[in-house]
């Protein structure tokens, strides 16, 4: 009776893990949204927020890194739990590193702000809700242990790179034409390069929910561009 009553209390352990990786990435999904708007829309109050909150996703990263280790200490678990807690931790630190490309663009979008617009921005909400989409699937397919749709998210992957490429030849050919522009084509790089990041770290969860489920390693092979 007692070993049944500690399965079941690591079940709902497990349960309440899913729970706070899923509220993190609802965190980190915000903050994405609002560091756009705050750059399409050229509010500073807005992206001086998205700094602000990412103490916030910081501090729900560092519980979610000791629930597991908490997890991994007392439950000493094998096979596929031990997986999904190894995971847990892996994605965590992915969700952790968009939040902080997020404040990356905020600060870029601040600087901006204090120069007339560049450019109309064409690609990059392209670029963003392409972002925004591999994030959402990763996170429903660790949910869902779905490897059809995390291997979807790894070939999502190559819009992005693309999208990046011709935000740089079209920012380059600005740059050529007058030296003026090279501060704020540079910032607007650096925010296309932020996303790409962002994107990497998608597929990064993508390749964890597809050792999870399978225990093979698909990172550095060519099986996720099949």
Same mark, same amino acid.
């Given at each position: ?45 807005? /992206?001086? +927020?998205?700094?602000?909150?990412? #103490?916030? @996703?910081? *501090?729900?990263? !560092?519980? $979610?890194? =000791?629930?597991? %280790? ?17 995971? /847990?931790? +892996?994605?965590?630190?992915?969700? #952790?590193? @968009?939040? *902080?490309?997020? !404040?990356? $663009?905020? =600060?870029?979008? %601040? ?25 959402? #699937? ?12 995390? %291997? ?75």
């Amino acid at each position: 009776m007692l070993e049944g009553h500690i399965y079941k209390t690591f079940d709902l352990e497990l349960k309440e893990l899913k729970e706070k990786l899923l509220y993190e990435g609802g965190l980190v999904e915000k903050a994405i949204n609002s560091a756009i708007e705050a750059l399409l829309e050229r509010d500073s109050d807005l /992206a001086k +927020k998205v700094i602000e909150e990412d #103490e916030l @996703i910081n *501090d729900v990263e !560092v519980e $979610i890194d =000791e629930f597991c %280790l908490k997890l991994l200490a007392l439950r000493q678990p094998a096979a596929r739990d031990l997986r999904f807690i190894t995971t /847990a931790i +892996k994605i965590n630190y992915d969700l #952790e590193r @968009i939040g *902080d490309m997020a !404040v990356n $663009i905020c =600060e870029r979008v %601040l600087e901006l702000n204090r120069e007339p617009q560049l450019k109309p921005y064409i690609d990059l909400p392209k670029m963003t809700e392409t972002v925004r989409l591999m994030l959402k #699937e990763s996170l429903d397919a660790f949910v869902k242990e779905d490897v059809s749709l995390a %291997l979807k998210v790894t070939k999502d992957d190559a819009q992005v790179d693309q999208l990046l490429d011709q935000i740089f030849r079209e920012l380059l050919t600005y740059m050529m034409e007058d030296l003026q522009t090279i501060s704020r084509a540079t910032r607007v790089l650096f925010i296309a390069k932020y996303l790409e990041r962002m994107a990497d770290h998608a597929v990064n969860i993508a390749e964890l929910v597809i050792f999870m489920v399978e225990g093979r390693i698909i990172r550095h092979s060519k099986s996720s561009e099949e």
